[in-house]
């Protein structure tokens, strides 16, 4: 069991807390470039409790800045983003993105103190069509980080991002758990109503796998297997990287490219950022007769973005409208009647609550790879609390370069990380892939 002092430890990540040191040691994913327009309008950020302010200066440079005005603390969202600089409109004081003083218009010219001044700005870096922020105290920012989904060539990555009203922990838990898939997402599904050659099929023979976990250089990894044909194991691999990172079994392993990072706005709300190699073999999403699986969108619409601090990339399917619950669905051909993976999977989280207590859990075999998962993270915080040990990936990214998500099928007898080398040895890699063309 987790206890209350472990669940702080786990969830709280604003300034001045231990879990929000670990995060600020590594670029954090703040928005998608898309979002951000030369001169355009100054966007509301919220990232790990803090008010920000993102734009992107005529130059094409972006600068992410505390909110308020060093000057009288007016909030630059709704400055002029004019010229090289972010204008406040109280005073009209200017900031580059470097939140360096440019301007101090109100002031004669022998009172000018410009270069005494500065607004607070966080290095900026964008690769990939996303933009990352570095929080922490270093001169020089470490490594961006380097999981295989975000280093694919340019316009083979899928990119999209989802907010989810609940605590980045319980919302990154529902992708370290594979047995859930075939309940909450394919309940309805039986092994009748798939291709026969399909490789997923085993999750329907079978809904109760076992397990494998381990620790990982980049954070857990586990599999979860079950009988295949006879003489074989069905294996789906996953694993967590630091500090909120993901990849899940989306797909065989051969290709399952993909990894989502679960970036923590406040304590209460998380932004969902999801890497996928555009060449990946298709989930599964239709019946042996190539009819669509009932309610199994994989890329749920949104509602418009707002300027409010959390108004962007919310999903239509919300705890508002209870998920748009169809009970009549959920009686004849959907497990849960809610339609989307994603509202699914927000509907069960977003159900514990803010935060989940979970002093309340009664913890199983299944939930093994949570377990240590959270142990991992707890271990990591403490060490840079007590010793100032950098955590995993930080100056060290391409260790996760043996991270792959997927499903394969095995011998029997055949150790499981020996079958997932011996995969991962032969799969197709996206470099690989772009220099045999």
Known sequence: ?????????????????????????????????????????????????????????????????????????????????EEGGLRCIYHGWKYDVAGNCLDMPNLPADQDFRQKVKAKAYKVAERGGLVYVYMGEREVAPPLPALEAMLCPPGETNLWAR???????????????????????????????????????????????????????????????????????YYRFAHFAFPFWTLFPNGPLAD?????????????????????????????????????????????????????????????????NDYLIDREAQRTISYTGIDGVFPQDSAVTESMGDISDRTLENLAPSDR????????????????????????????????????????IAPEGQPWLEAYEQTLAQALHPVMALAAE
């Open 1 to 81: 069991m987790t206890s209350q002092m472990e669940n702080e430890l786990l969830t709280r990540v604003g300034p001045g807390t231990p879990m929000g040191a670990l995060m600020r040691q590594y670029w954090v994913p703040a928005c998608l470039s898309s979002e951000l327009a030369a001169d355009g309008d100054p966007v509301r950020l919220m990232l790990l409790g803090e008010r920000l302010i993102a734009f992107r200066d005529s130059a094409g440079r972006v600068g992410v800045l505390d909110h308020r005005c060093p000057h009288r603390c007016a909030s630059l969202f709704f400055g002029r983003n």
């Open 163 to 233: 907010q989810r009203e609940c605590n980045w922990l319980q919302a990154l838990e529902g992708d370290i758990d594979t047995s859930h898939f075939s309940f909450l997402h394919t309940g309805k599904v039986t092994i009748d109503d798939i291709d026969p050659d399909h490789l997923e099929r085993f999750q329907f023979t079978d809904r109760a796998p076992r397990y494998h976990a381990q620790p990982t250089e980049w954070g857990t990894m586990y599999a979860a297997y079950r009988p295949a044909q006879p003489g074989h194991v």
């Open 256 to 320: 399952n490219v993909l990894a989502q990072g679960w970036v923590p706005m406040d304590d209460t709300h998380t932004m969902a950022f999801t890497f996928s190699w555009t060449r990946k073999t298709p989930v599964l999403s239709s019946n042996k007769r190539g009819e669509p699986l009932p309610l199994l969108d994989r890329v749920s619409p949104t509602l418009p973005n707002t300027a409010d601090w959390f108004g962007r990339w919310r999903a239509v399917a919300n705890q508002a």
């Open 369 to 408: 790879m949570i377990v240590m998962t959270r142990r991992r993270l707890m271990d990591a915080v403490r060490a840079l609390q007590d010793k100032g040990t950098v955590p995993s990936g930080v100056d060290d990214p391409d260790v996760s370069g043996g991270a792959r998500s997927g499903d394969l």
